[in-house]
């Protein structure tokens, strides 16, 4: 089982830039497929970006496509979300998790909050 821990969320104004981290802890990291995924106020969690684990295959919602960026170092077992041109609607809790998610792999998440 990989745990995962979630840092870099703040409070940014409109059209700010954030790179969020996810550590990962566990064997075999750099063979899972790799997601983000946020939940913003009173909706439901969706994914927004998607990782293979080579870091060469990526896949973004249409929402952030063109504005976010993942990544990842296998090395540093470490998964990243470089988000630019933030806007209010990114407000968000974000998550980390293997993609497709596992249920028993939900970290704490990290706030990410955009004032207008």
């Known amino acids: 089982q990989v745990q995962l821990v979630e840092s870099g969320g703040k409070l940014v104004q409109t059209g700010g830039s954030l790179r969020l981290s996810c550590a990962a802890s566990?064997?075999?990291?750099?063979?899972?497929?790799m997601g983000w995924f946020r939940q913003p106020p009173g909706k439901e969690r969706e994914r927004v970006a998607s990782?293979?684990?080579?870091?060469?295959?990526?896949t973004y919602a249409d929402s952030v496509k063109g504005r976010f960026t993942i990544s990842r170092d296998n090395i540093k077992n470490t998964v990243y979300l470089q988000m630019n041109s933030l806007k209010p609607e990114d407000t968000a809790v974000y998550y980390c998790?293997?993609?497709?998610?596992?249920?028993?792999?939900w970290g704490q998440g990290t706030q990410v909050t955009v004032s207008s």
């Open positions: 566990g064997r075999a990291f750099s063979m899972y497929p």
């Open positions: 990782i293979a684990p080579s870091g060469i295959f990526k």
């Open positions: 998790n293997q993609n497709p998610p596992r249920d028993d792999s």
